[in-house]
């Protein structure tokens, strides 16, 4: 088969996405009535490439995600910034809300994204250090002192097996962040997202062997655990907030009871549970036996 139309799974994807050899252009330092910032121009993203995570992005997909209301009013206005690397979660008993993926926290902003235009497999853009952070001066400074930035892909998505090559389809771009460990091909250190696919990730069996594999799941609608499933998990909660999901598109759980089965539109969603959620569901059903 050479097209896979039903998503294998969702998730929270944080991976970096421009190419190694990627060389910033026309340069400018500004040092003005006490404002210092760097201008350049530089790739974003580059498309129809397998990545070290062996995965591929498409360009028209994109393309199409930047013109969403929300990222467009954010270029109007001069204000589509991103972060000095991803967000995570910074103690063992911290949680990574949907609220801090889906913004950009301000005293972190580094940089902000200006004029997104597509360049043959290339997505390019202007980029301004932020001048009002220790984030966005240091990001400068670094860059006057040798620093190739690369910039990593901030989005919800799904994954297909399209022309037999695993293929990020996203859903929702949130912004470009500044990071230091690339996942294409041409780069030189492979990312693996920092635990985040862990928090907030879905089923992430290999994309082959999902579609080998002999379908066990159960669908349960116990609409008192789903409800409260979908009003408490915060994995649940981030990825249908995300696409305008309702309690009616829960349909039940996988056979461990990890996951949650999520309908959006004609696709299927693992949505990962946390382990809190996973005991209340199997309290639950065992209360049945």
Request: net charge negative; proline share 3%.
């Amino acid at each position: 088969m050479n097209n896979f139309d039903s998503s294998m799974g969702l998730m929270y994807i944080a991976e970096q996405t421009t190419p190694d050899d990627n060389e910033i252009k026309n340069v400018d330092v500004v040092n003005k009535n006490g404002v210092f910032f760097v201008r350049f121009e530089s790739c974003l993203h580059s498309f129809d490439v397998i990545n070290r995570n062996q995965r591929q992005y498409l360009g028209d997909n994109i393309w199409e995600c930047l013109q969403s209301e929300r990222i467009q009013s954010y270029l109007q206005d001069n204000a589509w910034y991103g972060e000095m690397d991803h967000p995570t979660q910074e103690t063992v008993n911290d949680k990574l809300t949907p609220e801090r993926i889906r913004a950009i926290w301000m005293p972190n902003r580094s940089h902000k994204i200006l004029n997104p235009r597509r360049k043959d497999n290339l997505l390019m853009a202007d980029i301004e250090t932020a001048s009002g952070t220790d984030a966005g001066t240091g990001f400068a400074k670094e860059i006057i002192q040798g620093l190739k930035p690369a910039f990593s892909c901030r989005a919800i998505a799904g994954l297909k097996l399209i022309d037999n090559k695993p293929t990020v389809i996203v859903k929702k771009v949130i912004t470009y962040d500044w990071v230091l460990f690339p996942s294409h091909k041409e780069a030189h250190i492979t990312s693996k997202a920092k635990g985040i696919i862990k928090n907030i990730g879905t089923y992430t069996e290999s994309v082959v062997d999902g579609i080998k594999r002999k379908s066990k799941d159960v669908f349960i609608p116990l609409k008192e655990i789903l409800e409260y499933v979908g009003n408490r998990d915060v994995n649940t909660q981030m990825i249908m907030e995300s696409f305008d999901l309702s309690q009616e598109d829960l349909l039940g759980f996988d056979d461990s009871m990890n996951h949650a089965i999520i309908k959006n539109e004609n696709n299927i969603i693992y949505s990962k549970v946390s382990p809190e959620t996973v005991k209340e569901v199997k309290s639950f059903f065992k209360s049945f036996e």
